[in-house]
T-cell receptor, first 111, second 114 residues
């Protein structure tokens, strides 16, 4: 049971480039989330999804887009990378019980 | 969103108990108290949660004040592997839509000395 898998683990982007952070879970969870974590801070919610085809904004959605075409996958898209998007990104899922399962994170640097 | 207050940092000695406090004076009747921890360079992991009664699991115990305005996470014997940031989070038990989202604060950084 892999849980929540994020790829890539590390990435360096130039300003203005685009990329997609991949997230997949094999637990058949309906709820999925994207968070970002800046150094020394707690996690901030970017977007979340309550099921396939349904997404909604979190606390800090500007500069990001998401889609949820399947239960398993919840990719996060950065269209025009900016230095302010340098952060560690975590994907998570939640099933019928209360605990969230987090991925190991993607460390993104925008230069 | 209901908020929690935790100390920025705490220290413990290995193999001694650790009591991590959390204040949540604005907690509502349907809020569960959740604890997560984040080991260095990893994603957060679930530790424990409770509503009114004290809770125990293999990782920790959760002691909840009678008025529910505070709680304490108890690690019975700290190990070096318990060094992490511990987050106390309130989450609405109704859980639908944004009400079920976890809102993280800065947490308490626990250091464990050998």
């Amino acid at each position: 049971n892999a849980g929540v898998t994020q790829t890539p683990k590390f990435r360096i982007l130039k300003i203005g480039q685009s990329m997609t952070l991949q997230c997949t879970q094999d637990m058949n969870h309906n709820y999925m989330y994207w968070y970002r974590q800046d150094p020394g801070m707690g996690l901030k919610l970017i977007y979340y999804s309550v099921g396939a085809g349904i997404t909604d904004k979190g606390e800090v959605p500007n500069g990001y887009n998401v889609s949820r075409s399947t239960t398993e996958d919840f990719p996060l898209r950065l269209e025009l990378a900016a230095p302010s998007q340098t952060s560690v990104y975590f994907c998570a899922s939640r099933g019928p019980l209360y605990g969230y399962t987090f991925g190991s994170g993607t460390r993104l640097t925008v230069v | 969103d209901a908020k929690t207050t935790q100390p920025n940092s705490m220290e413990s000695n290995e193999e001694e108990p650790v009591h991590l406090p959390c204040n949540h004076s604005t907690i509502s009747g349907t809020d569960y108290i959740h604890w997560y921890r984040q080991l260095p360079s990893q994603g957060p992991e679930y530790v424990i949660h409770g509503l009114t009664s004290n809770v125990n699991n293999r990782m920790a115990s959760l002691a909840i004040a009678e008025d529910r305005k505070s709680s304490t996470l108890i690690l019975h014997r700290a190990t070096l592997r318990d060094a992490a940031v511990y987050y106390c989070i309130l989450r609405d038990s109704l859980g639908g839509g944004s009400q079920g989202n976890l809102i993280f604060g800065k947490g308490t950084k626990l250091s464990v000395k050998p």
